[in-house]
């Protein structure tokens, strides 16, 4: 019987030993080669695109001036890890750290493989979150003759019940809603890619879907009513899952294969995933479920890429949250 993708060597192309095992040069020219692909790592300077820079670093941070507009940058300067504290090989292994993880990493175990703060970690790994979603922008599925499947479930902010069972509250009443459990609706073409979302009520996602799923596709459903207006612009084949799991050519295993992941990550790993973090972690595991069948040295070299491409982080401005600079 042929053993899992995970399980074979082929899997595992990179480990935190070999990461180790780098200089800090050796980890400098990875960076600078996810950042500038075109020029084979070669500095290009970020203010006027100037192809001649010289290294001018004061002590071991690498720094670049460039001979044009005779300003300073680096090799992570305008990128998620711009202002950086560390020395690139500490986040390169944090990357190797975070993809090795099947179902997600949580910031508390991060901030103790790395020796870090639980908020230096919190920050790091929502960068990297933020890095992968840029891989959902402007997506568009499906198509004549593909097939997607939606759905939606609901996330975040469990709610001990009282001891008493006279102090108990019903949390189905909007007045004892909490405010912070929102849905993930998602997208999953079959043989594609995964565009999750997050939204308050299910009737918010038409508009959404319509902009992101092509006239001429399938769309997969299940029963619940506020699919019902998908009909007046797809084809859509919907499975009730009191009768089956799949009948008559509809299903939505694939949508309940991410959910599984999402749910994992929160009972085994996240614990708590709400409010306006809980789309992060729903794009992370879209991330993590498109790439499974990719080596964790391909994963890897694809973060660091995205991480080097994302001009900025749009969720945290600097090392505080909710205090973004311009």
């Not at 990461?19 to 996810?34: G, H, T, Y």
């Not at 292994?93 to 993809?99: G, N, Q």
Request: positive net charge; charged residues 30%; hydrophobic residues 35%.
């Amino acid at each position: 019987m042929a053993s899992h993708f995970l399980l074979k060597s082929k899997a595992r192309t990179l480990s935190l030993i070999d990461v180790m095992r780098m200089s800090d040069e050796d980890a400098e020219v990875a960076f600078a080669k996810a950042r500038w692909p075109e020029t084979d790592g070669q500095p290009v300077c970020p203010h006027c695109g100037g192809l001649d820079a010289y290294d001018c670093r004061r002590g071991k941070a690498p720094r670049y001036r460039c001979k044009a507009c005779k300003k300073d940058f680096s090799i992570t300067s305008g990128t998620l890890f711009a202002s950086h504290k560390l020395p690139l090989r500490v986040y390169l292994a944090a990357i190797v750290i975070f993809v090795n993880e099947v179902k997600g990493k949580n910031a508390l175990a991060m901030s103790r493989d790395l020796g870090l703060s639980y908020k230096s970690a919190f920050v790091l790994v929502h960068k990297l979150r933020e890095a992968l979603a840029e891989e959902l922008k402007g997506q568009t599925l499906g198509g004549d003759g593909e097939a997607v499947e939606v759905d939606g479930a609901v996330f975040g902010h469990y709610v001990k019940p009282a001891n008493l069972r006279t102090d108990r509250k019903d949390r189905r009443l909007k007045e004892n809603q909490s405010g912070k459990r929102n849905l993930v609706e998602f997208i999953r073409e079959r043989g594609g890619r995964t565009i999750p979302s997050s939204f308050i009520h299910d009737f918010q996602a038409h508009g959404w879907i319509n902009r992101r799923v092509a006239k001429g596709t399938t769309v997969h459903a299940d029963q619940a009513p506020a699919w019902n207006d998908l009909h007046a612009r797809y084809d859509v084949k919907r499975i009730d899952h009191q009768e089956a799991y799949s009948l008559r050519e509809a299903c939505t295993n694939m949508a309940e294969s991410y959910f599984s992941r999402i749910r994992r990550g929160e009972a085994g790993h996240f614990h708590k995933i709400s409010g306006p973090y809980l789309i992060r972690y729903a794009q992370e595991a879209a991330w993590r479920e498109d790439h499974r069948t990719k080596s964790n040295g391909d994963q890897a070299k694809r973060v660091v890429g995205l991480a080097m491409a994302k001009r900025g982080s749009v969720d945290f401005g600097g090392y505080w949250q909710r205090h973004v600079t311009e």
